[in-house]
């Protein structure tokens, strides 16, 4: 790379990460309760060794600021960067800018598994000793992307990216029948499995994250280290053979770790939508569509954007919460029409 | 230096047999160019060469079978440039060329600089270095064919596979990128394989042809023995004039029925 590109794309991982940084600290400064706004900063920076700030924050403020805002932008952290980094690499594993990463049923999946937690579980599950419900969309998640992989890979003997594509959407389409099928029955789940698709981050606490941390960090690091791979694959199945790629190996290990990272958030967060694809969209937007940028640029925006996202989710409809899907799509698509837009001009 | 033995190759699709019994054995520097009629099994050919279609019989570079090598070792012993390359948009030349040397890349490493000064070398000797940063989409036919080439020799490989390496190129840039084969072949010592429309083409560059019908081999030599009208007719359907200049060269002409 010329030295000028390098020094651009330093600029760029800089500025995304101060980003993150801006977005996770507003994020803990504004809710609908808690302390005043700008004594958050003073008790963080109180928290810290050798420092000491009368900040005038109360035990109790400190506890909604650290049990329940902290959690919930640390988690909303995670789960954009996990569905931006996932995106990114599903499009280019499949050649296919508009996959997102709930393609391949995993979507689908974790949403039967939800729904069969909230319909044959009769109780509320929270209050269980292990919550059942981020497990069954796991599984659920998992099993419809097994599905679709060992479909789409023995029908036909080109295995090429399409069939595996369409193999999702049959498995999508089943795992939705029987779900629409479990709910017509069970009715009065209806609103429970709503508001779970529709996402969120409202209940989020420590144990969260550390439930998804060890997916989440397996997968995204297994995914950065494919990225010049994926630059290779970009000419094509054939092509990448002869340049010496080990095709399916290389797609089946993208396509899990993928997988692993996108249904683990998913199990926890719901579906949020339009991260996947925006975010590896604008990154590509503005420096460029190698993926030896794109990957690591997608994982600090992501999670710049979702934290940012969920901010008015928490504010606009007070005391209720926005579904931070409804948010996500509500800012970023224009975002996203302004991007490409701006490009067209160029 | 490497030579490519081809023995008893056929290759099915879907049962259809697109190649059947093809024997050759390619020496190191020499340069064959398959001809014959569209779906004569040329492609197929150069395909099993490059480890992308399974086939019977035997393909063997320095006496290993193409299949018992891992795809990093072929791709650092066959390079291959297919007829019509899919060229991402938005990536510059530099990243293009760049990619030709991934068989030697670790897995999960990312270029040395031993791998930077050979992507140079080829850039300055192929003229692309002034496009370094400009988006291949953005290039002309002529340039792009400059480009794939650049790639395949950035993969260092002693044997260079070219499906139609003319075919989408005006009279002067096929002259152009024929001419880089050979000068490259004979700096190098490259053995190319081509497969070739152009008949006067392929005879004037070629050191044999082997004419391919219906996935056999139905004639092989120099262009004095292929390229004869009589030949041409049974296998192109063609009728055509062969010309013998007097420094060699075999110039076919299609003939125009009605001119009397």
């Known amino acids: 790379m010329s030295t000028q590109g390098r020094h651009h794309s330093t600029l760029w991982f ?7 940084l801006c977005a996770m600290l507003v994020g803990v400064m504004i809710g609908p309760a808690g302390p005043t706004w700008w004594r958050v900063p003073l008790e963080l920076l109180n928290r810290l060794p050798f420092i000491s700030i009368d900040s005038g924050v109360s035990k109790a403020d400190w506890n909604i600021v650290w049990l329940i805002r902290a959690p919930r932008v640390v988690l909303a952290a995670i789960v954009g960067s996990t569905l931006s980094i996932s995106g990114a690499s599903y499009q280019g594993v499949f050649r296919n800018p508009l996959v997102d990463p709930y393609l391949l049923g995993v979507a689908s999946g974790a949403g039967l598994g939800a729904t069969l937690v909230f319909a044959f579980s009769g109780t509320e599950t929270s209050t269980w000793l ?48 029987i779900q629409t099928f479990i709910l017509q029955r069970n009715n009065d789940v209806i609103r429970q499995v709503f508001s779970w698709v529709l996402g969120r981050l409202s209940s989020a606490n420590w144990g969260d994250v550390r439930l998804v941390l060890p997916y989440v960090v397996v997968s995204t690091v297994v995914l950065l280290l494919h990225r010049r791979l994926l630059d290779v694959l970009r000419v094509g199945d054939d092509e990448a053979v002869a340049l010496g790629v080990n095709i399916r190996r290389v797609r089946l290990t993208i396509v899990l770790a993928a997988t692993l990272g996108t249904a683990a958030v998913v199990a926890v967060s719901g579906l949020i939508g339009f991260v996947g694809i925006i975010v ?48 996500t799509a509500f800012f970023g698509a224009p975002f996203f029409l302004i991007l490409l837009r701006t490009r067209k001009n160029l | 230096m490497s030579t490519l033995g081809f023995c008893d190759l056929t290759i099915s699709y879907d049962g259809d047999c697109a190649v059947k019994s093809f024997n050759n054995l390619v020496n190191s520097g020499e340069w064959l160019c398959l001809i014959g009629p569209n779906g004569a099994g040329k492609s197929s050919v150069l395909r099993a060469a490059a480890g992308l279609v399974k086939y019977s019989g035997s393909v063997a570079i320095d006496q290993k079978e193409i299949p018992t090598t891992s795809a990093k070792w072929r791709a650092q012993h066959i390079a291959y440039v297919p007829q019509t390359p899919l060229i991402p948009a938005e990536m510059t030349v530099y990243e293009y060329v760049l990619l030709g040397r991934n068989p030697y890349i670790k897995h999960f490493a990312s270029e040395t600089t031993q791998d930077i000064d050979v992507i140079e070398k080829v850039m300055t000797r192929l003229d692309l270095t002034q496009f370094a940063k400009r988006m291949v989409g953005t290039l002309s036919g002529g340039e792009r064919q400059r480009l794939v080439i650049a790639r395949a020799l950035a993969q260092e490989a002693p044997v260079l596979l070219l499906d139609e390496p003319t075919a989408a190129l005006d009279i002067g840039h096929q002259q152009q990128a024929l001419e880089l084969v050979d000068a490259l072949r004979r700096e190098q010592g490259l053995t190319v394989i081509s497969a070739m429309h152009d008949l006067t083409l392929a005879g004037l560059y070629a050191d044999r042809l082997v004419l391919m019908h219906h996935g056999a081999c139905v004639a092989s030599g120099n262009a004095q023995n292929v390229l004869r009208s009589e030949i041409l007719a049974e296998f192109y359907g063609v009728s055509a004039r062969v010309h013998h200049e007097p420094d060699g060269t075999v110039v076919v002409i299609p003939q125009r029925s009605s001119s009397n």
Request: aromatic share 4%; net charge positive.
């Open chain 1, 14 to 20: 800089a500025l995304s990460g101060i980003l993150v």
């Open chain 1, 130 to 177: 292990i919550d059942p419900l981020p497990l069954a969309a796991f599984l659920g998640a998992l099993l419809a992307v097994l599905v679709t992989y060992t479909v789409g890979t023995s029908f036909g003997r080109s295995r090429s990216a399409v069939t595996l594509v369409l193999a999702g959407v049959a498995v999508t389409s089943l795992t939705t029948a």
């Open chain 1, 280 to 327: 590896p969209h604008a990154v590509r937007l503005i420096a460029g569509s190698s993926y030896r940028r794109v990957l690591p640029l997608s994982v600090l925006l992501g999670a710049a954007f979702l934290v940012a996202a969920d901010i008015p989710s928490r504010v606009l409809a007070d005391p209720a919460e926005t579904p931070i899907g409804v948010v």
